[in-house]
């Protein structure tokens, strides 16, 4: 069974950092895709960045491109997001979730959140003063 376990939330204030680390077990290296959501509170969820693991391609939310970098270690089955010069508009759960078999047209369509199998709990991310 998949599982997917995020943790590194938190409160920090504007213009601070925090890397959030997901840990996946259940399969090895047989997925599609890996990554990030987030849910804003009275917002729907909205995808925030991913990795394709076949060329490692990554994408990302143009709110969050030039400050988030997505990453991954393969050896420890984790998938990383490395958040610097937070907003308060960054506040929300931050979700982990992952697609494991192959979608057509995955650059136009990789933050329909629709298209992933297995989600994690979340964790709380807070950006403010």
């Known amino acids: 069974q998949v599982q997917l376990v995020e943790s590194g939330g938190g409160l920090v204030q504007p213009g601070g950092s925090l890397r959030l680390s997901c840990v996946a077990s259940?399969?090895?290296?047989?997925?599609?895709?890996i990554g990030w959501f987030r849910q804003a509170p009275g917002k729907e969820r909205e995808g925030v960045s991913v990795?394709?693991?076949?060329?490692?391609?990554?994408y990302y939310a143009s709110s969050v491109k030039g400050r988030f970098t997505i990453s991954r270690d393969n050896s420890k089955n984790t998938v990383y997001l490395q958040m610097n010069s937070l907003k308060p508009e960054d506040t929300g759960v931050y979700y982990c979730?992952?697609?494991?078999?192959?979608?057509?047209?995955?650059?136009?369509?990789?933050?329909?959140?629709?298209?992933?199998?297995?989600w994690g709990q979340g964790t709380q991310v807070t950006v403010s003063s």
């Open positions: 259940g399969f090895t290296l047989d997925y599609y895709a």
């Open positions: 979730a992952t697609r494991t078999s192959y979608v057509g047209s995955y650059n136009y369509r990789w933050a329909l959140d629709g298209l992933y199998d297995y």
């Open positions: 990795i394709r693991r076949r060329d490692g391609n990554t």
